[in-house]
């Protein structure tokens, strides 16, 4: 993560103490995510989560690469998409957490024209999550790998009592 990465979150956590109670609000325990009246109001993302209480969990960025560090998906952004998505869940999965603890997810694409395909695919696996973490997508001009398409980070909220995971 970098530090704009970083200074970003902090300045999204501080500004959203001032956001007046908003319109499309949902809450839980740890976070409530809104949509105020005077913004847009998106269905695929939410523009605010407020953390409330619980753990952040920060997600570095993943891409599409296997356990081993091979390249899933070499020039198909649908392939790579969705193993993007399943290291996500991984990741989740390590620390008892899943697609409804996420609070704010970053997208980096080296391509806008596979910005269609992505949030396809996006639309299929987070389609029962309901709202939406706060979400940000930005194309990029190079990735870390000449392969990757796109890399996701997230930051997570989970509870204060970590629960105990099975060990393999």
């Not at 605010?48 to 899933?72: H, M």
């Not at 029962?128 to 996701?152: C, H, M, Q, Y």
Request: charged share 25%.
């Amino acid at each position: 993560m970098t530090k704009s990465s970083t200074l970003k979150t902090a300045l999204l956590l501080a500004l959203l103490a001032v956001v007046p109670v908003a319109a499309q609000e949902k809450t839980n325990e740890l976070v409530r995510f809104s949509n105020p009246p005077t913004m847009s109001q998106p269905t695929a993302y939410s523009h605010i989560a407020e953390v409330r209480g619980g753990r952040l969990v920060f997600l570095s960025g993943q891409v599409s690469q296997d356990t081993k560090g091979n390249v899933v998906g070499k020039g198909d952004i649908r392939a790579q998409t969705r193993q993007v998505f399943a290291n996500l869940k991984a990741a989740l999965e390590a620390v008892g957490a899943d697609w409804s603890n996420i609070v704010k997810m970053n997208t980096y694409l080296t391509d806008a024209a596979n910005i269609t395909a992505f949030r396809e695919v996006r639309e299929e696996i987070l389609a029962n999550v309901k709202p939406r973490p706060a979400s940000t997508a930005v194309v990029v001009s190079k990735l870390f790998g000449d392969d990757w398409l796109l890399e996701i980070e997230a930051v997570v909220v989970i509870s204060e009592k970590p629960k105990k995971l099975k060990r393999k």
